[in-house]
């Protein structure tokens, strides 16, 4: 009787192994999927639109837009053609001001002004939490795109990674869980064949 209720224990535990190893790897398998698609459209994006790619990436480090955007939230950006970014847009540019000079902002629109008949727009930008406008225009060439949305708390994340040994540990520890739970697995095996 303990044998056959021993069995029946073996069985759910094995059914419930498979199981979760089996949701385990489908989810990995789907993830591995997704950043290959994600990848793949953004190098052939990039060799296609080399010095403007249609989306991008950044993780917010500076407090000038809280609370809509906060530091290491990360947003994602779509190109905008044809100058159509309008009042009210929040967008990432390259600044031109001096004492910012190359760095990557991302602000929002509070102003526009088109110049060069039509072809090129001069706009206005401020940060949610600053108090003034930049002090400096942006072109529409020194815009990178349009904030399409935020993923927050990201960036913690991405400092984490960054790190060569927490990327290591992130690899190797589940890994190594799962050697472990198999190993345990088939020494529970061994010894109920062992009791029968």
Do not use: W
Not at 55 to 63: R, W
């Amino acid at each position: 009787m303990n044998g056959i209720a021993t069995s029946d224990r073996f069985q759910a535990f094995q059914y419930l192994s498979f199981f979760i190893t089996r949701s385990f790897l489908i989810a990995v398998l789907f993830f591995m999927c997704l950043i290959t698609i994600i990848f793949g459209f953004y190098f052939i994006d990039l060799s296609i639109h080399s010095d403007s790619p249609l989306f991008g990436a950044y993780v917010i480090v500076s407090p000038s837009m809280v609370p809509t955007i906060k530091i290491n939230d990360a947003i994602v950006i779509r190109r905008v053609d044809h100058d159509n970014y309008k009042i009210g847009d929040i967008i990432t540019f390259t600044s031109n001001d001096s004492q910012y000079k190359g760095l990557t902002i991302t602000h929002r629109i509070v102003d526009k002004k088109v110049e060069q008949k039509g072809e090129i727009s001069r706009y206005t930008t401020k940060g949610d939490n600053n108090v003034i406008a930049d002090p400096t225009p942006v072109h529409t060439n020194d815009i990178f795109g349009r904030v399409l949305f935020k993923i927050p708390k990201i960036g913690y994340i991405q400092n984490y990674l960054s790190k060569p040994t927490n990327f290591f540990k992130c690899l190797f520890i589940p890994g190594l869980l799962f050697v472990g739970y198999e190993v345990g697995r088939i020494i529970f095996m061994l010894k109920n064949q062992k009791k029968d």
